[in-house]
């Protein structure tokens, strides 16, 4: 019997990849997404790499009455939590909108699975929590920083929420992963990051300019205390991303204990510049990208990049895949959505 894995904001980023690892892996994925920051081809692509069509619910996490029909109607053995919203500088400016969401979405969903004796829960959590690290390369035993956003603060207390409860003594088996960089996009190209508006986060940024959809790339900030004067982050190729939360669902099967909350990294355990990141780009795609550099971006760490030995130990996961690849990957789905530029690379 294959086991069925609730993926809340399974149309989104990393929810869309999970959901195909999840397939692979012979575990049955149900979708829930109001689709507020996913697009409905997302499901055609999925179709397209798997040749299923995944039970899906238009809806809300925080709709106590959906969340219900979904548990009473699918045995579910597992959840993976991605929907909730992500953006840094809206954050701020709409931080009851992050909270509600966010927070208060959790907590409904707590309550549904309790309330329906579901007791595994993979909580996408963000390095965000870390601030800017004293110590290099992050481990998960670093203190974590008061959040500079709304959104990192709602990560921070989604843990808190999972940690307290699984103290309570409630049935519940939770590990929170704690993503670095997350870029890239399946190989096949038929899902990828699909980013509203102006992109916030490098990556896109980098494939929008390329395809001609942007003028050019500012780089924020050439005097940090790097070796080339830009940020350093831990970039993860979205596949390898989702390959860590198959293992962590396998994982949260094997444990004996009935309450258990953990956080684990999920990063390559290799830090890149901006810079390098661009070089990567050019390389990959032999395409020349106009980039100028510019001011530091207000609330940026300096340099984050985790160390991955704990992965490796309790999940049996490591990233795989390069920078490279993951431009690359980027890439062909940007040429993909874009349409703007087909020449073979
Ligand atoms: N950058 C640029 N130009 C751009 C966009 C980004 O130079 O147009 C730089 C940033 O300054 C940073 C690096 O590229 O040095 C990566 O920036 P991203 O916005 O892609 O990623 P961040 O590390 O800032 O943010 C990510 C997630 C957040 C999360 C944070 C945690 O997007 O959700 O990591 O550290 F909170």
């Known amino acids: 019997m294959q086991k ?160 307290d409860t699984v103290k309570s003594g409630q049935r519940l088996q939770s590990i929170a992963l704690r993503y670095f960089n997350p870029i890239g996009a399946h190989p096949s190209a038929a899902i990828g990051e699909l980013p509203l508006g102006t992109p916030n986060n490098l990556v896109p940024f980098i494939t929008q300019t390329a395809a001609g959809l942007r003028k050019e790339l500012t780089v924020f900030g050439n005097d940090y205390h790097t070796p080339d004067g830009t940020c350093i982050r831990d970039y993860i190729h979205v596949m390898d991303l989702a390959d860590a939360h198959v293992q962590c669902l396998k994982h949260l099967e094997t444990l004996a204990e009935n309450h258990h909350f953990d956080v684990i990294n999920v990063g390559t355990g290799n830090g890149s510049t901006v810079l390098e990141a661009i070089q990567s780009f050019e390389k990959v795609t032999g395409k020349k990208l106009p980039y100028t550099l510019g001011l530091r971006r207000p609330g940026d760490v300096e340099k984050v990049y985790a160390a991955a030995e704990k992965a490796k130990e309790v999940l049996h996961w490591q990233a795989h895949l390069t920078l490279d690849d993951a431009m690359r990957d980027a890439w062909h789905w940007q040429q993909k959505i874009s349409g703007s530029d087909k020449s073979p690379m």
Do not use: W
Not at 11 to 28: C, D, K
Not at 62 to 76: C, P, R, V, Y
Not at 106 to 119: F, N
Not at 143 to 161: D, L, M
């Open 4 to 163: 069925n894995i609730l993926v809340t904001g399974g149309a989104g980023y990393i929810g869309s990849h999970v959901t195909v690892r999840l397939h692979e892996e012979g575990f049955q994925p149900i979708l829930l997404d109001n689709f507020s920051n996913a697009n409905k081809s997302v499901l055609e692509g999925l179709k397209k790499i798997t040749g299923k069509v995944f039970p899906c619910y238009e809806g809300d996490v925080l709709d106590e009455a959906l969340l219900g029909k979904i548990f009473s109607t699918h045995q579910i053995q597992g959840v993976i939590h991605f929907a909730a919203k992500k953006a840094v500088g809206e954050s701020v400016e709409k931080p009851l909108s992050y909270y509600k969401n966010n927070v208060s979405g959790l907590i409904t969903l707590l309550e549904a699975m309790m309330s329906h004796g579901v007791a595994q829960l993979v909580f996408s959590s963000s390095c965000t929590v870390y601030g800017q690290p004293d110590e290099l390369p992050v481990t998960e035993g670093s203190p974590k920083k008061p959040a500079n956003s709304p959104y990192g603060n709602t990560k921070q207390i989604g843990e808190e929420i999972i940690e």
